[in-house]
């Protein structure tokens, strides 16, 4: 009785690692998408350091009428470029975490709702090609507050970024690249790998 | 000769469509020339970015290296005038290829300066035909003969301004100690701050108007 609801709930989990891998790919393109654009955002962040330590009018560019504040406009449209490109790629990121969640709680629904069958040595019992239920259930959590909590970092360091706060702008490309947990990234590949047998099998 | 009578209406827009000749040939030809000048600059002005940088980083890491040689080795050793002499030599260098680049911009310049002049003679021609109101009906979409000219001297004045900037540059980057203000001009190069970003929006409003561009 219990074989039609692990045969289902082993399905659901074959759906949700072939998600988990398209999003994997996904989140890392992305993040990699981003590292030009901090590049941009320290270089710019320099030049907004090096105007606010220069007296123009001890120069020779005093004689140029308005130069600070044509050169201030121009700094504040490059950075604000930058700022908008980082913003589409927290976008993205977003749907990479929403995506997760929302495969993972499908899975967990679809669990609770078979208890009755899904008895204790049905979940976590396995096989040589295929991870307990258990198992590959806790795999799909982890990986889902990982992808959560990194989103949520990353957006909440760029929302606190203003064009106007020089030396915010200048920590952040260095916390940004803080950010980066090899050994979850790792986590994730592993349970692809651990998994790929089972996600073959029918 | 007989043939089908009135099937062929001349229309404005079939006017428009054949062959511009005299000022409205002249006047769509400028804004060609516009439009290739400003892609001249911009490519003079990447590569100018490019050498300006290597000035900075040589001038900057001279006066480090010659700082620290001062701490370390108080006797200078021999080697030390002819490693100093090896990078003033590459410093010269850079500073003569952006004097190249600038006075292709100057040539850039002085085309932009041969562009309004013309435009100012399509403009006396026009008043001396028609009057000083100027032709009643424009010579392509909507824009007087006098808005193509308010626009070239418009556009002339934006680079003059910065090619000035950018002179004044030149003069001063391989002379300057201050890391801060190296930085400085090198934000000025990049990001010239006397053309406005409407300058691009005022050149495609010139294509859209004198028909190079597709309305």
Redesign the interface.
């Known amino acids: 009785m219990s074989k039609p609801a692990l045969l289902s709930l082993q399905q659901a989990l074959r759906k949700s690692f072939q998600s988990l891998e398209n999003n994997q790919k996904v989140w890392n393109r992305v993040l990699s998408e981003c590292s030009p654009l901090m590049v941009s955002l320290g270089n710019l962040a320099?030049?907004w350091?090096?105007?606010s330590?220069?007296q123009?009018s001890n120069?020779?560019?005093r004689?140029?009428p308005d130069?600070e504040e044509?050169?201030r406009?121009?700094?504040l449209?490059?950075t604000d470029t930058v700022l908008g490109k980082l913003n589409d790629k927290i976008s993205a990121l977003q749907s990479v975490r929403d995506a997760t969640s929302n495969q993972v709680s499908a899975v967990f629904q679809l669990y609770e709702q078979n208890t009755d069958s899904l008895d204790l040595l049905t979940v976590t019992e396995r096989s040589a090609t295929a991870p307990s239920a258990a198992d590959m259930l806790e795999w799909l959590q982890d990986a889902e507050r990982y992808y959560r909590q990194q989103f949520l970092r990353r957006k909440t360091l760029l929302q606190m970024l203003r064009a106007e706060d020089l030396s915010l702008l200048e920590s952040t490309p260095m916390r940004w690249k803080s950010m980066e947990t090899p050994s979850a990234e790792d986590r994730i590949t592993d349970t692809l790998c651990k998994v790929s047998f089972f996600m073959e099998s029918q | 000769m007989e043939g089908p009578s009135g099937d062929i209406t001349v229309t404005s827009t079939n006017r428009k469509c054949s062959a511009v000749t005299g000022s409205a040939r002249k006047i769509k030809d400028n804004a060609a020339d516009w439009h290739n000048l400003l892609l001249r600059w911009e490519r003079l002005s990447d590569k100018g970015f490019t050498i300006a940088g290597n000035i900075v980083n040589l001038r900057l890491s001279g006066s480090q290296s010659d700082q620290q040689q001062q701490v370390v080795e108080p006797q200078s050793p021999p080697s030390a005038p002819s490693r100093l002499a090896g990078e003033t030599a590459e410093l010269q260098d850079e500073c003569c290829k952006l004097k190249d680049v600038l006075d292709k911009m100057v040539v850039v310049l002085m085309k932009m300066e041969r562009l309004v002049a013309s435009q100012r003679g399509v403009l006396d021609l026009e008043e001396f035909q028609f009057g000083p109101e100027g032709r009643k009906v424009p010579l392509f979409h909507s824009w007087t003969t006098k808005q193509f000219e308010d626009l070239s001297c418009v556009l002339l004045d934006v680079f003059r301004?910065e090619l000035?900037?950018k002179q004044?540059i030149l003069?001063?980057l391989a002379h300057t100690v201050?890391?801060?203000?190296?930085?400085?001009y090198?934000?000025?190069w990049l990001?010239?701050?006397?053309i406005p970003?409407k300058t691009r929006m005022m050149l495609e409003a010139l294509l859209l108007e004198t028909g190079h561009r597709p309305l």
Do not use: G, I
């Open positions: 320099e030049q350091r090096a105007l330590n220069v123009l120069t020779p560019l004689d140029f130069l044509r050169l406009f121009k700094l449209q490059a | 301004q000035q900037l004044t003069q001063e201050s890391s801060d203000l190296c930085m400085v090198l934000s000025c990001h010239q701050p006397f970003p």
